[in-house]
């Protein structure tokens, strides 16, 4: 397999440079593997790679006199597809490096090409072809990167085959986040090689941390808790190994609580594995972490580590009084009692040392390599599934859905939907794909039926499932013709009175299913708003309409605010109230409430919400429209009163301050 890694410098130190090339390196021992700098701003890299890793330079802007790209005029006019939104890079990039890169992309003949950071991903997006498979490999946690960088990944995501994260419960956000993209988010931590020397003999009176020194590592809340270490045991020392802008701050505050003879910025180095072994304890203080490299580099050379139990990364790797300690993030107090707990307990630090490099053997570039490999292969083999379908509505409302696929016979296939949110409903629901479909003339598809409680309430993302493997792939819909809903009326015989399907397309080209199931059920089908009324037309599905039946508002903002109207009309299971919109007008407890509107059958009776849930739109919230009533209530102020439809298609009132009063 030939592999490309994309980085932005390769010739800096930084954790993402140091982890790419370690796995470079392990891969290059069964594979082709290329790491392509997009820039290159000195002689030198600070971190070489692998001799068996091929590297290439994108453009030099280093004086090196036979490859300087500083003259060329494309590097003084502004990247046009490398994000704004990546603040931390944009200005580095110019033309000419989108240039190149989109030369590179083009030509190469790589067979997976990994993008590693936010604006090479959108880079790869946009450049990139569908010849290899497009990977995104995230270094920082979803949440920390601005949220226009954010929008701005998620419509390149669209166009790639996955996203890596190093911690798995980055990756669950991730899913919930990036669930409509149609990308398969997966968990490979990063690797970390052995250290070359013998490990430590934990007799040195020394705590180690290491990483770069900005706010987000908290070194001045360690060093405030290291004072208090320093007051009951004076003679251990702290060493912090980085660089960055709060180098003299930290100092100043070292000065300031008198430890200039414990604690010791070291400044940035190539490679710790030297220094490791020289410490007893490692620490980490950070308030985030996506992978924190430096406590796996510490556990190889046999340390416990203190860290701060800061979200997702440092407690998949360190064990609570397994392997080392976890603390309060940014709690000084707890931290230095976690410190002193092991500084104090030689054979207790000793015994989790044995335990902390016995636990992080698994993140060796063997055992990391072979889980990318198995990734790679896993996506080429979702590549070979087919992705397009058409879809349509008929019969009593049955979606038929038919997969094109050049690859497989396709009934080798199951169609399989899986639903987007955490409501305890089922996960997924598989319908058989068949070489002929009994509804209709279709070859080669499924039948999600009208009847039968198979799609509980809840949106519906619609894979296809490889019945060998059990790899799937999301369907693109080609066509999404949903004419046959129209004709669908009425409460159903058998099952809940209300079940309706309805497929659509996606703001990415997927397929979907919005399914509403209700037992007993309210359907709206006609607002009237005229002389400071809104009335309601409606039929009551699955339970008796009773003598006594009312509509209840319910505000959303104060419980205690709620008024109820006689139904009148009655005729059958159909009936009509007329709402006076003075009535939440003169409830209004903000400057905009909002009332859910519900039926309740009888006296007594549970609430039904009411609702227009039949027919082919999606979502009437935007497209339903009811003219607004302006209620003056004399000193009492006044209110603008409108019907309208919720996300989910359910009835609702609101009541704002007039425009005049505001």
Not at 75 to 98: K, M
Not at 197 to 205: D, L, M, R
Request: hydrophobic share 40%; net charge neutral.
């Amino acid at each position: 397999m030939n592999i490309s890694f994309l980085l932005h410098n390769r010739y800096g130190i930084t954790s993402t440079t140091r982890t790419v090339l370690d796995l470079a390196a392990a891969l290059a021992a069964r594979h082709d593997v290329e790491v392509v700098s997009a820039l290159r701003d000195r002689e030198r890299p600070a971190l070489p790679a692998d001799p068996r890793v091929r590297t290439r330079d994108l453009v030099d802007l280093s004086d090196a006199p036979h490859t300087y790209d500083g003259d060329d005029p494309l590097v003084l006019q502004a990247a046009r597809i490398f994000p704004v939104s990546d603040q931390e890079h944009w200005e580095e990039y110019s033309r000419l490096t989108e240039k190149r890169l989109a030369e590179y992309l083009a030509t190469t003949d790589a067979d997976v090409v990994v993008a590693t950071s936010p604006g090479l991903a959108v880079c790869l997006a946009r450049l990139g072809s569908d010849r290899c498979l497009r990977v995104v490999q995230e270094h920082v946690r979803h949440d920390q990167h601005p949220e226009r960088l954010r929008a701005d990944l998620a419509a390149a995501y669209r166009g790639l085959d996955a996203v890596v994260t190093a911690c798995e419960q980055e990756a669950e956000r991730r899913r919930a986040s990036l669930r409509t993209c149609g990308i398969a988010v997966h968990c490979v931590p990063h690797c970390v090689p052995a250290p070359r020397v013998p490990p430590a003999t934990g007799e040195h009176p020394m705590v180690m941390a290491a990483g770069p020194l900005t706010q987000r590592r908290q070194y001045d809340v360690l060093i405030e808790a290291f004072g208090k270490v320093v007051a009951q045991r004076p003679g251990w020392t702290l060493r912090i190994f980085g660089r960055g802008p709060e180098q003299s701050r930290l100092r100043e505050q070292i000065h300031r609580l008198g430890l200039q003879n414990n604690v010791h910025l070291m400044g940035a180095s190539p490679s710790l594995e030297t220094e490791w072994p020289k410490a007893a304890l490692g620490v980490c203080s950070s308030r985030s972490e996506s992978f924190p490299t430096a406590i796996v580099e510490a556990m190889y050379a046999g340390l416990p580590v203190v860290s701060t139990d800061c979200d997702f990364g440092p407690r998949e790797i360190v064990r609570h009084g397994d392997n080392g300690l976890l603390t309060p993030a940014g709690d000084a107090e707890a931290l230095a009692s976690s410190l002193l707990a092991l500084i104090n307990d030689p054979e207790r630090r000793a015994r989790m040392g044995q335990e902390a490099r016995r636990s992080v053997q698994r993140f060796s570039p063997d055992v990391i390599s072979a889980q990318y490999e198995a990734l790679f292969a896993e996506l080429a083999a979702q590549r070979d599934l087919p992705a397009r379908a058409d879809c349509w509505v008929e019969g009593p409302g049955d979606i038929v859905v038919r997969i094109t696929s050049d690859s497989a016979p396709v009934d080798s296939y199951n169609l399989l939907c899986v639903n987007r949110s955490d409501s305890g409903v089922p996960e997924s629901a598989r319908f058989p794909l068949r070489l002929t479909v009994t509804s209709g003339d279709a070859p080669g598809g499924a039948v999600i039926p009208w009847q039968g409680e198979f799609l509980p309430e809840g949106i519906w993302d619609v894979y296809v499932e490889s019945l060998a493997s059990g790899l799937r792939r999301r369907v693109r819909a080609t066509v999404c013709d949903q004419r046959g809903l129209l004709a669908v009326n009425g409460p159903r015989a058998q099952g809940a009175v209300l079940q309706t399907r309805i497929p659509f397309t996606t703001d990415e080209g997927f397929l979907s299913v919005r399914s509403w199931v209700r037992d007993p059920h309210v359907e709206a089908d006609r607002i009237e708003v005229r002389a400071g009324h809104i009335g309601i037309a409606a039929e009551v599905w699955g339970t008796d309409l009773g003598s006594t039946a009312t509509v209840v508002a319910r505000s959303r903002q104060r419980r205690d605010r709620t008024f109820e109207i006689p139904v009148t009309h009655v005729q059958g299971t159909r009936f009509r109230a007329v709402i006076p919109c003075s009535e939440p007008a003169r409830l209004r407890s903000s400057a905009y409430d909002v009332w859910n509107l519900y039926l309740r059958p009888s006296e007594g009776g549970k609430p039904i919400r009411i609702a227009t849930l039949q027919g082919d739109l999606l979502s009437r919230k935007n497209v339903c429209s009811y003219p607004a009533e302006d209620i003056d209530l004399g000193a009492d102020g006044g209110s603008r009163v409108r019907a309208f439809y919720t996300v989910n298609n359910e009835l609702a009132l609101s009541a704002g301050e007039l425009p005049e009063r505001r």
